[in-house]
C-alpha cells in the first residue's frame, strides 16, 4: 500500500510542478496546444503516429510563426529563424534529442557518432578529417560505382517491364542507393538490386533503430535503462544499435580479410572509403584511429540509404503525379541526346548541365524532404532573441525543413504545387532566397557529410531512368502515396508499373 500512496504522491508533486513552471514561464505567452504547455508527452504521442510533420504545418497555420511543442520545445516557421539558430558562427548546439541515436553510456565510450555529437567545436574536430573524402571533386572518381549499381538496376527495371510486374519502386530506389554506399564504401554490392531482399534484415533493423531513437530522443534520460532492458528481453527480428553495429564491423572485417574485391575495375574507379580510411590509419594511428574508420563506415552505411533512397522516391514520384514536368525534363533529355551531349552513361557534369533536371531535383526534396521533423538545437548562455522574442538559455528550438519549405513569403502563394519553375525565376534576389531556405541536408555547420553523394546518385540516376522508361502509379492506386515519417520521411508500399520507353538507348557514350 505504502508504494503506490508514494507513487501517486510523486506523480501529484511532478503535476503541480508543470503546472507551475508552465505559469510563470516567461515564454508563457507563446501559443500551442493546451498540453504542450505542461508536458512533452504531447509532442511524443503526436511523433510517433509518424505523421508529425503534416500536423506541424497545420499548427503554423493555426498559431502563427512560433509555436509551442512543449515546455520549453518551439518550432519556428519564420525565414529570419534560420540564420539566428544554424547560421555559421552561432553557438546554439545540437539537443539532447540527439543522445538517443548513440549508444549510452558506459557502452558509448569511445563510441562517439558525429550525428549525435552535441558540441559544435567537438563536432568540427571530429568531421574535420574526413571532409576531403566527401568533397565533389572526390565523389567524382566514384561515378563508376554508381554506374555499375544503375546498370544493374536498368536490368531490373527491363525485367520488370517485360514481365509486367508492378513494384514497390520505393523499395527498388533503397535497394539502388545501399548498393551504392556499399560499392563506395568497401568494393563490393550488398546484394540488395541482385536479389531484391532485404539482406540481413539491415534495411528493417535500421527502421526499428531510427524509430526508437525518435521516440525515446524525446525522453533522453529514458535511453540508458531502455537501451539496458532491449539487451535483456528475448531476441526477435533483427533491430537495433547493436545488430545496426555488427552489420558495419562484419563489413569492415571482410575488406579487411580480403573478400571484399572490387566489382568495379579501371574507368577511373576511386579507392574506396574503406581504402582512403585505412591508409590514414596507416599514416597516423593515433590521431585517426580504428574507432574512426568505424565511425565513417557506420555514418555512409547507416544513413546513405534513406536519405538518397527517400529523396529518388521523391522525384520520381512527383513526376509521374505530375506528367507535364514530366515532358518538359523528357524534351531536355531527348534535345541533349540528339545534340550528342549525353552518354550512355550520363556522366555528372552532363547532369549537370540540365536546368531543368536541376530544377526538378531542388523542387521535389523542397517539398517530400528525407528528413522531416525539427533539426533541434539549444539556446546557448545569455539566451537569444530568435524573431523578435527572447529565449533563455537552455531552449530547445528548431526547424523542420518539411515547414521551412513551405513558408509562402519565400515560396509563394503554391508551396503545395510541384512546379520544377520556380527555380528557373530570373530574378536573382528569389533564386538567393530560395537557396538559402533550402535545407534538405541541414543548414549551417551540420550540414549533412554524405550530400554530394546523394546529389551524385540523383542526377545520374533519374536522368538515365527517365530517358529510358516509361512509369504509372498502379492501376486503380492512388496517386497520393502513403510516407511514415520517424524523422526520415520514408514512402510505404508505393506500387508503380514500369514499361521500356523505346529507341536512343544503344548510343555510343561521348568521348572527349
Known amino acids: 500500500m505504502l508504494i503506490p500512496l508514494l507513487l501517486l504522491g510523486i506523480s501529484g508533486l511532478w503535476f503541480a510542478w508543470g503546472i507551475l513552471t508552465a505559469l510563470w514561464s516567461p515564454l508563457r505567452t507563446i501559443p500551442g496546444p493546451f498540453l504542450s504547455r505542461f508536458t512533452n508527452g504531447w509532442y511524443f504521442w503526436r511523433v510517433v503516429r509518424w505523421q508529425f510533420q503534416v500536423e506541424q504545418v497545420e499548427l503554423h497555420r493555426k498559431y502563427g510563426p512560433v509555436v509551442r511543442l512543449g515546455p520549453k520545445r518551439f518550432s519556428f516557421a519564420e525565414p529570419e529563424a534560420l540564420k539566428t539558430i544554424y547560421g555559421h558562427g552561432t553557438d546554439f548546439s545540437k539537443s539532447e534529442w540527439y543522445s538517443a541515436f548513440n549508444l549510452p553510456r558506459p557502452y558509448s565510450i569511445e563510441r562517439w557518432n558525429m550525428f549525435a555529437t552535441s558540441d559544435s567545436k567537438l563536432h568540427a574536430k571530429q568531421r574535420r578529417p574526413f571532409m576531403s573524402m566527401y568533397s565533389m571533386s572526390s565523389l567524382l572518381s566514384y561515378e563508376p560505382y554508381v554506374d555499375e549499381c544503375a546498370d544493374l538496376f536498368t536490368q531490373r527495371l527491363t525485367e520488370f517491364a517485360h514481365g509486367g510486374k508492378v513494384i514497390d519502386m520505393g523499395h527498388w530506389l533503397q535497394c539502388f542507393a545501399f548498393d551504392v554506399i556499399g560499392l563506395m564504401t568497401s568494393g563490393a554490392r550488398y546484394g540488395f538490386l541482385d536479389r531484391g531482399d532485404d539482406i540481413r534484415g539491415i534495411m528493417g533493423a535500421l527502421e526499428g533503430m531510427i524509430k526508437y531513437s525518435t521516440a525515446i530522443g524525446i525522453y533522453p534520460r529514458l535511453h540508458p535503462y531502455l537501451y539496458k532492458l532491449q539487451t535483456l528481453l528475448p531476441k526477435g527480428p533483427p533491430s537495433g544499435m547493436n545488430y545496426a553495429t555488427s552489420f558495419v564491423e562484419a563489413k569492415i572485417d571482410e575488406y579487411k580479410s580480403g573478400k571484399n574485391t572490387p566489382t568495379t575495375q579501371g574507368d577511373g574507379a576511386a579507392q574506396t572509403f ?100 525539427p533539426y533541434e538545437r539549444v539556446v546557448p548562455d545569455g539566451g537569444a532573441t530568435i524573431c523578435g522574442r527572447f529565449f533563455p538559455a537552455g531552449t530547445v528550438v528548431g526547424v523542420n525543413p518539411y515547414v521551412q519549405h513551405r513558408i509562402k513569403s519565400i515560396w509563394g502563394e503554391d508551396v503545395e504545387e510541384f512546379r520544377p519553375e520556380r527555380w528557373l525565376t530570373s530574378k536573382k534576389d528569389q533564386l538567393a532566397l530560395m537557396n538559402r531556405h533550402w535545407i534538405p541536408f541541414g543548414s549551417g555547420s551540420r550540414t549533412c557529410l554524405g550530400k554530394n553523394i546523394s546529389l551524385l546518385e540523383m542526377q545520374k540516376l533519374i536522368l538515365r531512368i527517365v530517358r529510358e522508361f516509361d512509369f504509372k502509379f498502379k492501376e486503380g492506386s492512388s496517386q497520393n502515396w502513403k510516407t511514415e515519417n520517424f524523422w526520415f520521411d520514408k514512402p510505404k508500399g508505393w506500387q508503380v508499373e514500369v514499361a521500356v520507353r523505346g529507341k536512343g538507348i544503344t548510343e555510343e557514350p561521348v568521348t572527349d
Open 274 to 373: 574503406l581504402a582512403k580510411l585505412f591508409n590514414k590509419h596507416r599514416e597516423n594511428p593515433k590521431e585517426f584511429t580504428s574507432y574512426h574508420i568505424f565511425a565513417a563506415a557506420s555514418s555512409n552505411i547507416v544513413a546513405g540509404s534513406d536519405t538518397s533512397g527517400i529523396a529518388l522516391s521523391s522525384i520520381l514520384y512527383h513526376l509521374i503525379k505530375y506528367p507535364r514536368c514530366m515532358i518538359a525534363l523528357r524534351e531536355e533529355i531527348d534535345n541533349s541526346q540528339r545534340q550528342g551531349l549525353l552518354s550512355v552513361r550520363p556522366t555528372f557534369k552532363e547532369s549537370s548541365d540540365m536546368p531543368y533536371l536541376q530544377a526538378v531535383i531542388k523542387e521535389a526534396m523542397r517539398l517530400h524532404s528525407s528528413v522531416a521533423l
